[in-house]
Structures are given as C-alpha cells and as structure tokens.
C-alpha cells in the first residue's frame, strides 16, 4: 500500500509493498488486552502485560504495556481478520480447541482470568 492509497477494509490481507516490516519497527509483548474505548470514529484499547515480582516474589501484577488507537473500519477488519485467523488455528490444530473454549467461557462470563 503507498501513502497515497485508501486502506481496504474487506477483511482480506492488507498488503505491505515492503517485503518485510522495517528492521526497527516496536515489538510490544502483551499477555492480553484489558480494557477498550469504541466511539463512532476511533477505539481505544490497551494491551497488558503480567509482570512477577522484581525481587521473585510469588505474585504477578498486570500493567499496561502500550495504548493501541485505531479507525473504527480498521478495528472492524482487525477483529473480523483475528476471528477468521482464531478459527482456523483452531481447525488446523495449532492451537488447542479446549484451551480456546475455556478462554471463550472466561471471556464470555464477564470474569477476570
């Protein structure tokens, strides 16, 4: 895609010109995301982390590790690309299905993992 072009949003691969995304792009490790903010135009969501204690205490604390802004249309063809992507690691067995039901019914009751 140029700079000059419009984003597709069909929920089809968004292709890079790039062969590969540049040497210094920000890699972010996140554990999960804990919150999102939608209004008509943009969402807001923020991605955590579950860090141990720095002394190698027994306890974990979750703390947000970046704030991800996004176009209402490219959040839609992020969620429906990352939907369509669950679903078929699941059927092809790279993810285990029971781990994704049990991850399904967490999120699905409202409850913190």
């Known amino acids: 895609m140029t700079e000059t072009s419009k984003p597709s949003f069909d929920a089809t691969i968004i292709r890079i010109e790039a062969g590969y995304p540049p ?47 996004m176009s209402t249309p490219g959040f839609i063809q992020a969620a429906i690309f990352l939907e369509r992507a669950l679903k ?13 039901e049990k991850i399904r019914a967490v999120e699905g009751s409202g409850a913190s993992a």
């Open 23 to 69: 040497h210094d792009i920000p890699t972010i490790y996140a554990d999960g995301v804990a919150n999102v903010g939608p209004s008509p135009s943009i969402v807001k969501f923020y991605l955590f982390r579950s860090d141990p204690e720095q002394l190698g205490g027994p306890s974990y604390k979750n703390q947000v590790v970046a704030q991800v802004v």
């Open 88 to 100: 078929q690691f699941t059927e092809r067995g790279t993810f285990n299905k029971e781990m994704v």
